[in-house]
C-alpha cells in the first residue's frame, strides 16, 4: 500500500507519496496548477479510489475536480457539479470542504461551500444538491462572512447516524439529525467576544470541529480564540484551552483511534497569528483536553506563518501519523502521534488543504 | 447575423480547440443571449465565463468590436452582424 498524502494550496496540487511506512516520500506536482485548491477528498470507498477537489480559479471560477486515476488524468461536470439553483439568486464563490460520508453511504459526499452553504452528492461527487433545510435556514441572513469569507468549512458525520454537524464561520455550529432538515444552532458554552451582549445563540466563529474516536457524540472544536470540547453531540460546550500557549487557531484534529487523543496548533491572535515566539509546535492532549503538551521536535523554530485550518489532517495508520502544512508552503509529516516530525516538501505556495489515505 | 467570437488559448480547447468559432444568431441578439447559445453547444466554455446567474465573471473581460462591454450595455449589448466579440482574462492573480 502507499500512503497518499494530498497537498492542496492557493496554486495547485501536489501529491506526496510514502511507499515505506510513512519514512520517506517523492512529490508529484503541480496537478491544476495556477487553482486554488482549498478542499481535497480521497475516497477511498471507492475502487478505484477517487480524489475530489475543490478548484477555485481567478478567471474562470470554482468547480470540481475529479481523477479517478490518483491524479493523472481530472474529469469535471460541464455545467459545474455545484450550482445554485436559480430561485436562490447565489453564485457558488468557493468550494471549502469535501467530505465523503460513511461506508454504509458510499456513494454521498458533502461539501461545504461559500457563500454558506451544504451540498449532497449521491453520485459520488459528481452533482451535488443543496440543502435547503439549512439554506432556508432564518438565521443564515444574519451570519457573517469570517476573515476567509461566508464559509461552510466543516461537515462531520456520523457513522451510525444520518446525524450531520456543520461549522459556519461565523454562524457557529449547526446540527440536524437526519442531514437534511431540523437544523438547529449547537454553541452554548462557546464564546463570541466579538460580538455585543450576553452569549448568543449563534454567529460564533467557528474555525474547526473534529470528533473524538470514543463515540461521535465527542467533539472538539478551535473556535476565534478558544478551544472547547462538547460531550453531547454538540449540545453544550467547555472550555479545554487552559494549558494552552494560545487559545487562538484554525485546524483541530481527532484521533481516529485513541479516545480523548486531540491536536491543535496555537497561534498568538489576534491580530498577530504567527506561532508563538515563532516556535512552530503542535499541542497534544490525552485526556481530553483536561491537559496539554507540546510537541513537535522537528517544526521549524523561526516560523512566522500560519497553519490554516485544513492544512492540518491525521492518517489511520498505527501509530497515527499527523501533517501539518504551513503558509510558507512547507509540509511536515509525523509518523509517531506528533512527537517528531520530518519536512515533506517545501517552497510551494501557501498551503490550504492535507489529506492522507491508504490507497493501492 | 453571423457573430465571431474569438477564445484565449487556455479557454479554446473546451471550444473543439479553435480560437475563434462563427456564431449563427438572430438579428438584435444580446451578448446573454449569444454566451448562452455559446453555453448550449459548449457547455465547460459557458461555466468558465459565467457564474450560475448568467454574469460574467469577475476577471473575464468581453470586447465587442474592441469595446470593452462593462462600459457598454454588459450583456445587454447587442451584437451585429458580421461582429467580433473577444474574450480576454484580465490581469489578476498574485
Not at chain 1, 19 to 24: I, T, V, W
Not at chain 1, 225 to 251: K, N
Request: glycine residues 12%; aromatic residues 6%; charged residues 20%.
Amino acid at each position: 500500500m502507499t500512503t497518499l498524502l494530498t497537498i492542496g494550496t492557493t496554486k495547485g496540487l501536489w501529491l506526496a507519496r510514502s511507499e515505506d511506512g510513512r519514512a520517506s516520500w517523492t512529490l508529484d506536482g503541480p496537478h491544476l496548477l495556477a487553482r486554488e485548491i482549498a478542499a481535497v477528498a480521497i475516497d477511498t470507498r471507492r475502487t478505484p479510489v477517487r480524489l475530489l477537489v475543490g478548484v477555485l480559479s481567478d478567471h474562470w471560477g470554482p468547480t470540481v475536480a475529479r481523477s479517478d486515476d490518483l491524479g493523472l488524468t481530472w474529469d469535471e461536470t460541464e455545467q459545474g457539479a455545484i450550482r445554485f439553483p436559480p430561485d436562490t439568486g447565489a453564485a457558488l464563490a468557493r468550494v471549502w470542504q469535501l467530505q465523503p460520508d460513511g461506508a454504509d453511504r458510499p456513494d454521498v459526499v458533502w461539501a461545504g461551500c461559500e457563500p454558506s452553504s451544504l451540498w449532497r452528492s449521491t453520485d459520488g461527487g459528481r452533482t451535488f444538491d443543496l440543502v435547503r433545510g439549512l439554506w432556508d435556514h432564518p438565521h443564515r441572513p444574519n451570519w457573517q462572512p469570517g476573515g476567509g469569507g461566508a464559509a461552510l468549512h466543516t461537515v462531520v458525520t456520523d457513522p451510525g447516524a444520518p446525524r450531520v454537524l456543520v461549522a459556519i464561520s461565523a454562524g457557529g455550529v449547526y446540527v440536524s439529525e437526519d442531514g437534511s432538515t431540523g437544523w438547529e444552532p449547537r454553541n452554548r458554552g462557546i464564546s463570541a467576544y466579538f460580538l455585543p451582549g450576553p452569549q448568543p445563540e449563534y454567529g460564533q466563529c467557528v474555525h474547526k470541529v473534529a470528533a473524538d474516536a470514543s463515540e461521535p457524540r465527542r467533539l472538539y472544536a478551535q473556535n476565534h480564540h478558544g478551544v472547547y470540547r462538547s460531550d453531547d453531540g454538540a449540545a453544550s460546550w467547555t472550555s479545554i484551552a487552559d494549558g494552552l500557549p494560545s487559545d487562538f487557531g484554525f485546524p483541530v484534529l481527532g484521533s481516529p483511534h485513541a479516545a480523548g487523543t486531540a491536536w491543535v496548533v496555537p497561534l498568538t491572535a489576534d491580530a498577530e497569528r504567527v506561532p508563538p515566539g515563532g516556535r512552530l509546535r503542535v499541542h497534544r492532549t490525552r485526556d481530553a483536553g483536561a491537559s496539554w503538551s507540546e510537541v513537535g521536535k522537528g517544526l521549524p523554530h523561526s516560523c512566522w506563518v500560519s497553519v490554516l485550518r485544513d492544512a492540518a489532517c491525521v492518517d489511520s495508520a498505527e501509530p497515527t501519523g499527523l501533517y501539518v502544512g504551513t503558509r510558507d508552503g512547507c509540509v511536515y509529516a509525523s509518523a509517531d502521534e506528533g512527537d517528531t516530525f520530518s519536512l515533506v516538501a517545501a517552497h510551494l505556495p501557501d498551503v490550504l488543504s492535507l489529506r492522507v489515505a491508504e490507497v493501492p | 447575423v453571423t457573430v465571431r467570437v474569438l477564445l484565449p488559448g487556455g479557454l479554446a480547447d473546451l471550444a473543439g480547440g479553435a480560437r475563434s468559432v462563427a456564431v449563427d444568431a438572430a438579428a438584435g441578439t444580446t451578448l446573454a443571449e449569444l454566451l448562452a447559445g455559446l453555453a448550449a453547444s459548449y457547455p465547460l466554455l459557458g461555466h468558465r465565463l459565467c457564474d450560475e446567474t448568467g454574469q460574467l465573471r469577475r476577471f473575464v473581460n468581453v470586447y465587442v468590436d474592441g469595446l470593452d462591454v462593462r462600459g457598454e450595455q454588459g450583456l445587454r449589448t447587442t451584437v451585429g452582424d458580421g461582429a467580433t466579440v473577444q474574450v480576454l482574462p484580465s490581469i489578476a492573480g498574485g
